[in-house]
């Protein structure tokens, strides 16, 4: 005969949040939670997209909030603190061609508001909703608590002439790191994810309609095999693929002024 606690765990059906889950990877994960059972929350600004993930995946529950706007933030937070969940994902981005375009100040309000500063308020959010669901015992049955982040390798290299957006990427892997340690007395597991390029409809309009020529591009699908992978395993900082791990690794070893002299040569061409 099975337990009470057995028969709960057999009913149960985890619910993720995945912040920046309209489009691209984020909505890959969305598609790939629902596929193993999951209940799927998704936040985005844009109605379109909304409006297309309502018709075509209506069970996918879909959030409209401009993560630019703190306010505006905080009142979907605050409307989603009722709702238990297992797991996060923060997937929103900003990113803009910085090595061929100069960075104006829209750009720049934008990228520092969606990467570093919103991701702060969530994770701040988040953490203490999983944090209080652990003292009141709410996991009977769920899954182990998680909050994950979508930085990018662009964030794992140190040298001073790094693009607002690799620097804004290196402050988040840096912050969830933070937080991991933070978390471990209440058992939340967090997880970072530095990939390298990913074929998404973003990286292609930013790239004229096509990111093939991008150095070890990857599929969404793949992205989401990694990611996936790095969350059953509890990766601190999952760094994929393989190949711009391993340069980024090296490059990371060389003395600083060759590292700059490097990369300032080559990122003014590239993304
Ligand atoms: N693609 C790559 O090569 C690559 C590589 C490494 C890391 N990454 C990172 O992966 C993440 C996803 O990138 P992606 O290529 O999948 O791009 P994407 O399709 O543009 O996804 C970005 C997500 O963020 C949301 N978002 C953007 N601005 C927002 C705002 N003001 N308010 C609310 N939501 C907002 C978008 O929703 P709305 O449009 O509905 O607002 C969308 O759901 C980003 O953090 C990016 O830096 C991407």
């Known amino acids: 005969m099975k337990t009470l606690v057995e028969d709960i765990a057999?009913?149960?059906?985890?619910?993720?949040?995945?912040?920046?889950?309209?489009?691209?990877?984020?909505?890959?994960?969305?598609?790939?939670?629902q596929m193993l059972g999951w209940q799927v929350s998704v936040v985005g600004s844009s109605a379109a997209k909304i409006a297309d993930i309502n018709s075509q995946h209506p069970a996918i529950v879909t959030y409209a909030?401009?993560?630019?706007d703190s306010g505006q933030t905080q009142k979907l937070l605050d409307g989603l603190s009722g709702v238990s969940f297992q797991r996060?994902?923060?997937?929103?981005?900003?990113?803009?061609?910085?090595?061929?375009?100069?960075?104006?100040?829209?750009?720049?309000?934008?990228?520092?508001?969606?990467n570093l500063q919103a991701f702060e308020q969530v994770f701040r959010w988040a953490s203490s909703q999983l944090k209080q669901q652990y003292q009141e015992l709410d996991l009977i049955g769920s899954e182990r608590p998680s909050l994950i982040c979508i930085a990018s390798i662009a964030g794992t290299m140190d040298y001073p002439?790094?693009?607002?957006?690799a620097k804004s990427k290196r402050a988040m892997i840096a912050t969830a790191s933070a937080?991991?340690?933070?978390?471990?007395?209440?058992?939340?597991?967090?997880?970072?994810?530095?990939?390298?390029?990913?074929?998404?409809?973003?990286?292609?309009?930013?790239?004229?309609?096509?990111?093939?020529?991008?150095?070890?591009?990857?599929?969404?699908?793949?992205?989401?095999?990694?990611?996936?992978?790095?969350i059953d395993d509890d990766v601190e900082l999952a760094i994929f693929p393989r190949s711009m791990r391993y340069i980024t690794s090296a490059l990371?070893?060389?003395?600083?002024?060759?590292?700059?002299?490097?990369?300032?040569?080559?990122?003014?061409?590239?993304?």
């Open 161 to 165: 002439y790094a693009s607002l957006y």
């Open 65 to 68: 909030c401009d993560l630019t």
């Open 179 to 230: 937080y991991r340690a933070a978390l471990i007395p209440y058992d939340i597991q967090v997880n970072c994810i530095a990939s390298g390029y990913i074929d998404t409809q973003a990286l292609c309009d930013l790239n004229d309609g096509d990111a093939s020529h991008k150095p070890f591009i990857m599929s969404t699908k793949t992205a989401v095999h990694h990611i996936m992978q790095a």
């Open 10 to 33: 057999e009913t149960y059906t985890p619910h993720i949040i995945i912040v920046g889950g309209t489009s691209g990877i984020g909505l890959a994960l969305a598609l790939h939670h």
């Open 88 to 114: 996060l994902i923060y997937s929103a981005g900003s990113y803009t061609n910085e090595r061929v375009h100069q960075l104006n100040q829209a750009d720049s309000d934008q990228m520092l508001a969606i």
């Open 252 to 271: 990371n070893h060389l003395p600083k002024p060759v590292l700059n002299w490097i990369l300032r040569s080559k990122l003014d061409k590239a993304r």
